[in-house]
């Protein structure tokens, strides 16, 4: 359970730190189109993609 953890946290950091590398004019444009974002759009936007998530792994896990 542990491991799995640690894994899931390990790809989040590699996903992220591609997007900061490879793209960093993308990164930078989401930043300022958040900043811009109502905070509520935001809370609801991460509630659904955290249930998205949350829906594939339990699939995936069988």
């Given at each position: 359970m542990l491991s799995t953890l640690i894994t899931a946290v390990g790809l989040v950091l590699?996903?992220?730190g591609l997007l900061y590398g490879v793209f960093?004019?993308?990164?930078k444009k989401l930043g300022e189109f958040l900043i811009?974002?109502?905070r509520?759009?935001?809370q609801i936007a991460g509630i659904a993609?955290?249930?998205v998530g949350?829906?594939?792994v339990w699939f995936a896990r069988g």
């Open positions: 590699v996903i992220e960093p004019s993308l990164a811009a974002t109502p509520n759009d935001i993609l955290a249930l949350l829906v594939i």
